[in-house]
């Protein structure tokens, strides 16, 4: 949750990490140092993204950058897309990203400002079938990302919004991909998708807000079918 700015690639700091034996060594919240550690949050728990927030200001003395990733797919025939399946999906894909947006505002506005990237989907733009449920979360992610955008820019707050097409992760395994409708010819790799989220997380993209960045090879600029052009 911590915003690189400056250099471009962004600058690694020093590390630190935990002892074996007792607590871990924390770095004061004005020391230079960076770390990442392991913490299991649910994203539909508004008091464990509390928790979190005051536990990332306690370590590194401010929050800078939210990357809302978490999401689930869970794929279903239109009539089956109800009850727990239905509120399961909205509750992790739409209140997770608004859980996650409401938690970090205060602490960005003491900060100064900050950047929060959403994980929408290809399918925030399109239908999709058998994915009905999840599709609607990821259109209704775009409409939030922009209605905070312009609730939050008066705090230099930037929220955008990256959207992948066919990525290659666990939520994709077993996935048979098509690809030609991807004018580049591929899968997506998470770094194709992490390299747009470390743009907009970053200062580089520090004029942006409001804004949907498509990850997807070039899959919904149009039909790449080129089988019926001259040689
Ligand atoms: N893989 C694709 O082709 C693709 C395409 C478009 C969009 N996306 C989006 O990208 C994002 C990342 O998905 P991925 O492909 O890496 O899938 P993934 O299944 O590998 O990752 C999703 C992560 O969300 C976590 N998660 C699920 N429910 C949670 C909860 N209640 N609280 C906290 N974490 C929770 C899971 O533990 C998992 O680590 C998702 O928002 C997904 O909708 C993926």
Known sequence: ???RSGSWPPKVRRSWRWTSTSTPRRPSPTSSATASWPVR???????QWADLVSEVEARFGSVDVLVNNAGIADPALLEDWKGARLQRTIDVNLVGVLNGIQAVTPAMRRAGGGSIVNIGSVGAFNGVPRMSGYVATKWAVRGLTKSAALELGAHGIRVNAVHPGQ?????????????SAVAL???GEPEDIAHAVLFLASDHSRFITGSDLVVDGGQLAGQ???SGLPQ
């Open 41 to 47: 949050v649910d994203v539909r728990s508004e008091d």
């Open 167 to 179: 990525t290659r992760t666990p939520m994709t395994e077993g996935v048979v991909f098509d690809t």
């Open 1 to 3: 949750m911590r915003r």
């Open 185 to 187: 010819g591929r899968v």
């Open 224 to 226: 790449a079918d080129y």
